[in-house]
């Protein structure tokens, strides 16, 4: 019999209702309350059962093993799965769970993984047909989920901190994955080292083995939070003769002094942990003094095989430096025009604009927000006088309607005449645009046009030379051009002479070409002294053989030897009509095949 039972059957509740203490009198009826200090209660005849003590309460089961084991006894547990049964108590020194994580650890692998929320890695990721729509939906992984994410902030130039962002979990939790709770920023900095490590691994791995030359390109830049680092890139073709691009290194420049030390250090160290300092075969730098000291100390650390052809002088960099010269007699138009379109559009000044879009409008123009000129952007110039000439009457109305204000008024407004210069400008640079557009190109090879574009632009000097505005930014332009490009760099004429479309007859078409467009004087008795042209195609042919018979020598351990090789019929004695000498170790299909 137990306390409740006694109280209901010896009526013990009514005969305390009678003893009760009553706290709202005196206290001295409290003080004669009988204690209640052994069993028997107000009754001498009835002995109740003491009250037991409470019931311990079960321990709360927080082990990740209750989600795979069922308790079917009081000393017996069962896995779900295997049906493996395992001895356990529910209390006591017995009551571990160590034994039965070991099961789980060593024969669930995938099934405790999937339960800690880091999904299928234990073997290939788990996929399951969709027979509604015939599509395969793949299993959750959080592992594949980190590695991801780690890859978008680095693509994206994102925070680290954007994956535990509120509104990106959100977005997830609404979109994908209803249980996902974000990556902490220590978590996603941390995966994205781990993943550049192992990337710079494999590549390292991947670019020690491959048999071909590579070229680097490598320049220095300013990041938007003033810092200074210098990037290393790697082309190289692939078995297939596709063009392959890949970032070696992003290094920071601590000291910002930009030497000409510390980038052939640089680059020598990187060439040396990937393992490839014997197969650089040319570097492109831009013009800067710091590239062309750090060009003779790698070459004195690398030996290159032709160290002749072994520096690329950047083409982009030189066409936008004869460009940028021969603006500067045409800084009135140009300024003029900046002018207006910061008056219309700087400050965000809304009742200008809107003026601006309603005179678009009237003229048949979509509305848009000008383009700045950026003196560091390559054909920025070009593009902001391209868009400006086409939006030329708004602006002419929008702005010389309120450049009264101004105090040189007078040589603010915007004249017809302005417009006329300024369409003139545009065809004057669009050749250079066209070119720098064309060398932008990362996976396709740039060398083997350089010469055509040259002999394009040479075409264009001697197009204005003569025009009035134009003789003095002309002549600027001529005067950097023989700087940069004569003689004509052998590179150029190795590249236009390996181009299937070009070959031996169209080198020498372009270099004849720029020598007349120029009218370059070859005589030694004059001041301008150029190398022949004659001699400049030579030494052209010169260095292709010397890079065939150095790749001759590198493969020839891979062409077997038990086959006699076909040697080309000389051609004749007589000189071509394409000008190269009587034989040159190649055959005529070498030269003369048709596009």
């Known amino acids: 019999m137990d306390y409740v039972?006694?109280?209901?059957?010896?009526?013990?509740?009514?005969?305390?209702?009678?003893?009760?203490?009553?706290?709202?009198e005196d206290n001295e009826n409290i003080a004669e309350t009988p204690a209640v200090g052994d069993a028997n209660v107000r009754s001498e005849s009835v002995n109740l059962p003491s009250r037991p003590p409470s019931?311990?309460?079960?321990?709360?089961?927080?082990?990740?093993?209750?989600?795979?084991?069922?308790?079917?006894?009081?000393?017996?547990?069962?896995?779900?799965?295997?049906?493996?049964?395992?001895?356990?108590?529910?209390?006591?020194?017995?009551?571990?769970t160590g034994t039965l994580m070991r099961h789980i650890a060593k024969d669930h692998k995938r099934e405790l993984n999937i339960a800690k929320g880091g999904g299928d890695v234990g073997g290939s990721t788990q996929t399951r047909m969709d027979p509604a729509t015939d599509q395969v939906a793949k299993?959750?992984?959080?592992?594949?989920?980190?590695?991801?994410?780690?890859?978008?902030?680095?693509?994206?130039?994102?925070?680290?901190?954007?994956?535990?962002?509120?509104?990106?979990?959100?977005?997830?939790?609404a979109i994908y994955n209803p249980m996902f709770n974000g990556i902490p920023r220590t978590t996603c900095w941390s995966d994205i080292f781990r993943l550049h490590s192992q990337y710079c691994f494999y590549l390292a791995t991947l670019l020690k083995n491959i048999q071909c030359r590579l070229s680097l390109t490598s320049d220095l830049g300013r990041a938007?939070?003033?810092?200074?680092?210098?990037?290393?890139?790697?082309?190289?073709?692939?078995?297939?003769?596709?063009?392959?691009?890949?970032?070696?290194?992003?290094?920071?420049?601590?000291?910002?002094k930009h030497t000409g030390q510390f980038i052939s250090d640089s680059i020598v160290k990187i060439a040396g942990y990937y393992g490839i300092e014997n197969k650089i075969l040319c570097i492109a730098f831009d013009n800067a003094s710091n590239n062309k000291t750090a060009i003779t100390k790698i070459k004195s650390t690398l030996s290159p095989p032709l160290p002749e052809i072994f520096h690329i002088k950047c083409a982009c960099h030189i066409y936008n430096l004869i460009a940028k010269d021969s603006l500067e007699f045409f800084k009135l138009y140009i300024e003029k025009n900046c002018l207006a379109v910061d008056f219309i559009q700087g400050n965000n000044r809304r009742s200008r604009i809107r003026e601006f879009k309603v005179k678009c409008q009237e003229n048949g123009l979509t509305p848009i927000l000008m383009l700045e000129e950026i003196d560091t952007r390559w054909n920025s110039t070009y593009e902001f006088l391209k868009t400006c000439y086409k939006y030329r009457?708004?602006?002419?109305?929008?702005?010389?309607?309120?450049?009264?204000?101004?105090?040189?008024?007078?040589?603010?407004?915007?004249?017809?005449?302005?417009?006329?210069?300024?369409?003139?400008?545009?065809?004057?640079?669009?050749?250079?645009?066209?070119?720098?557009v064309e060398f932008f190109g990362a996976y396709y090879p740039t060398v083997c046009n350089i010469l055509a574009y040259i002999a394009d632009?040479?075409?264009?000097?001697?197009?204005?030379?003569?025009?009035?505005?134009?003789?003095?930014?002309?002549?600027?332009?001529?005067?950097?051009?023989?700087?940069?490009f004569f003689p004509i760099p052998s590179i150029y004429l190795v590249g236009a002479m390996l181009n299937p479309c070009m070959k031996y007859n169209h080198m020498c078409h372009f270099?004849?070409?720029?020598?007349?467009?120029?009218?370059?004087?070859?005589?030694?008795?004059?001041?301008?002294?150029?190398?022949?042209?004659?001699?400049?195609?030579?030494d052209a042919k010169d260095y292709i053989e010397k890079l065939y018979s150095h790749y001759a020598d590198l493969f020839d351990s891979a062409v077997p030897t038990n086959i006699t090789p076909t040697v080309a019929p000389h051609p004749p004695e007589e000189p071509s009509s394409s000008k190269r000498p009587a034989y040159s170790g190649f055959s005529d299909s070498f030269y003369d095949l048709n596009c």
């Open 5 to 24: 039972e006694a109280q209901e059957n010896y009526g013990i509740e009514e005969e305390n209702e009678v003893d009760a203490v009553n706290l709202d």
């Open 55 to 96: 019931a311990p309460k079960p321990r709360k089961r927080t082990s990740i093993v209750w989600q795979f084991f069922e308790r079917i006894s009081d000393i017996e547990v069962q896995y779900n799965i295997c049906q493996q049964i395992y001895k356990h108590r529910s209390g006591g020194k017995q009551g571990g």
């Open 139 to 173: 299993k959750y992984n959080k592992l594949r989920d980190r590695e991801e994410i780690a890859k978008m902030v680095a693509v994206g130039c994102l925070p680290f901190s954007f994956p535990s962002s509120g509104a990106f979990i959100r977005y997830i939790q």
């Open 224 to 256: 938007v939070n003033k810092n200074d680092y210098l990037t290393v890139t790697c082309h190289w073709m692939d078995s297939n003769f596709v063009m392959q691009k890949r970032i070696l290194a992003f290094l920071y420049d601590e000291n910002r």
């Open 393 to 436: 009457i708004p602006i002419t109305l929008a702005f010389n309607q309120h450049c009264g204000s101004f105090a040189d008024s007078a040589d603010c407004v915007l004249h017809n005449s302005d417009w006329i210069v300024i369409n003139d400008l545009v065809k004057f640079l669009k050749k250079n645009y066209v070119a720098t």
């Open 457 to 484: 632009i040479s075409g264009l000097i001697k197009e204005y030379k003569n025009k009035e505005c134009y003789k003095e930014a002309v002549g600027v332009m001529f005067t950097k051009f023989k700087k940069y």
């Open 511 to 538: 270099s004849t070409l720029i020598y007349t467009n120029l009218e370059i004087n070859t005589n030694h008795d004059s001041e301008q002294v150029q190398p022949d042209l004659w001699t400049a195609t030579t």
